[in-house]
């Protein structure tokens, strides 16, 4: 019988010592409140809001243009009608607005029992016209059953059986193009309208607007959640049909994509629902290394107020250890919480972020610049990340000389990161003077870029050198291709007056008299 490797417990003890170590080193690296303390809440930042669901009023122009395809689709030229139907896949998101209204003037003036006819008369046909063309072909020619139950196209079937001179096909041939629109956008808002559609023209367009949104698949997931709170029961019990043949009626199904605006659409959703089930799992995210995912959980936690509030304090119990006390809201709560969460996320951005000014002050740039990179790719938001930006611009002083490229690189960098005026105007100055250098190594010189770096700093003596020399090349340049000028006419004045010396000299030959 083998000997144990070694009592558990002994073996669990230095990995349970090297997380309260590390935890330790949490707490105190942030110099925020001890263990048993906590923050005033005015300190804490604030709950994130959620993004409006009012849609932006549309262009003049987009309606312009919305309308003319629609009439184009609407037409009474066949030709026209086919090539306009193209048109819709090159549909562009800034147009929901104006399909949001054209949607809704046309139910506010349409006439539902009319369409209604117009398209059931449509599908008989249609399906007559199958039914006719299975009878005349052969057994063996006809289709598979798989291929026999193809969803129909409505718009196909519309123009086919064209109606330009009825108001009613007309209003239905343009709800039906743009619910295809609204497919081909593909965003949660364009979800929304379809289902608006569905909402507001009745059940004989349920089967178009279903099919569009399959067609979004993990688009609509976060458009249906949102309706199974729709105040008519017809519409919440379909949503939740609907959700179900998806695949994604319970909230552990809903978040698994790997579409992350979908699921950020989905999370958002649970919050203006405010689902009980679903708070826990969102709360989860609100701990996310995506941005995107970590800022949606967190709306979605405020949307859902003190319906969270026991998921808040038990992931706040998790987190710390301790339970939160009794009268926390549930705003102070979560704000606790996200601060809580972002100190532990944020630790090893902190340790790099202190390594590179410790670098910094001692000279080491080549590891201060190796630290500070590493900040920004984890968080690229960093909150003291213009605090970066003067040791980048020394790490490009010391490389102006030995690697332009790589200084080049850095000054952009320490551009974008700093939050003082004057400093980035230096850096731009700098930035400019060395893109100057690299055009003037490759025989342009650009005295423009030079001027502009004298302008944004005057003490920079680099840009000054540049731009005197440059002044003297041009001068030079010059005084050679004058030289150069007079030398070619001198020639030329040669030239000419040799060939009239021959010239004349050949005529005094000829006018002389023959001698014996």
Not at 331 to 341: C, D, I, K, N, S
Not at 353 to 365: C, V
């Amino acid at each position: 019988m083998p000997e144990p490797i070694g009592n558990p417990r002994r073996r669990a003890l230095p990995a349970l010592l090297f997380r309260m170590a590390a935890f330790g080193q949490v707490l105190l690296f942030f110099n925020g409140p001890a263990m048993g303390e906590t923050a005033t809440s005015a300190s804490l930042p604030p709950l994130p809001s959620a993004p409006s669901l009012t849609l932006r009023p549309p262009d003049p122009q987009e309606r312009e243009q919305l309308n003319s395809v629609l009439s184009r689709i609407g037409s009474a030229d066949p030709a026209e009608r086919a090539a306009a139907v193209p048109e819709i896949l090159e549909v562009l998101p800034s147009w929901l607005g104006a399909i949001h209204q054209r949607v809704h003037e046309i139910g506010d003036k349409c006439d539902r029992s009319a369409m209604k006819r117009v398209l059931l008369e449509t599908r008989r046909k249609t399906r007559d016209r199958a039914s006719q063309r299975e009878t005349d072909e052969e057994p063996k020619a006809r289709a598979p059953k798989s291929e026999q139950s193809t969803p129909p196209d409505y718009l196909a079937m519309l123009l086919e059986q064209a109606r330009p001179s009825s108001a009613p096909w007309q209003d239905l041939t343009a709800i039906v193009a743009m619910s295809r629109m609204l497919a081909q956008i593909g965003t949660v808002e364009a979800a929304r309208e379809l289902i608006e559609v569905y909402v507001r023209f009745g059940e004989f367009l349920r089967v178009n607007t279903q099919l569009q949104l399959q067609k979004l698949g993990n688009g609509a997931v976060a458009a249906l959640i949102e309706a199974r709170r729709h105040q008519s029961e017809k519409i919440a019990r379909w949503a939740d049909r609907q959700l179900d043949i998806l695949g994604k009626g319970i909230p552990g199904e809903a978040v698994q994509t790997d579409d992350m605006q979908a699921l950020a659409d989905v999370l958002r959703a649970y919050g203006r629902t405010r689902d009980p089930d679903a708070a826990r799992l969102v709360i989860s995210f609100s701990n996310s290394e995506r941005s995107q995912i970590r800022e949606a959980a967190r709306q979605s936690v405020s949307m859902m107020g003190e319906v969270a509030l026991w998921q808040l304090r038990d992931a706040y119990e998790n987190a710390l250890g301790k339970r939160p006390p009794r009268d926390w809201s549930w705003q102070r709560t979560a704000r606790e919480l996200f601060v809580l969460y972002d100190r532990i996320r944020l630790a090893r951005v902190y340790g790099e972020f202190d390594q590179g000014l410790r670098a910094q002050s001692a000279g080491d740039y080549a590891a201060m610049r190796s630290a500070f990179d590493t900040v920004l790719a984890e968080s690229p938001l960093f909150e003291r990340r213009s605090e970066m930006a003067s040791g980048y611009y020394a790490y490009a002083r010391q490389l102006e000389d030995k690697d332009p490229e790589a200084a080049l690189a850095a000054l952009r960098r320490a551009e974008r990161l700093s939050s003082d005026a004057s400093e980035r105007d230096r850096i731009a100055s700098r930035r400019l003077t060395l893109e100057a250098e690299r055009l003037a190594k490759a025989g342009t010189l650009d005295q423009f870029l030079l001027r502009r770096a004298m302008e944004l700093d005057s003490g920079n003596a680099r840009a000054r050198r540049g731009l005197d020399a440059a002044l003297r090349a041009e001068a030079t340049g010059v005084l050679s291709r004058q030289a150069r000028w007079a030398a070619a006419i001198a020639i030329a004045v040669v030239a000419l007056g040799a060939l009239g010396f021959i010239g004349w000299k050949a005529r005094r030959e000829r006018g002389q008299p023959e001698t014996v």
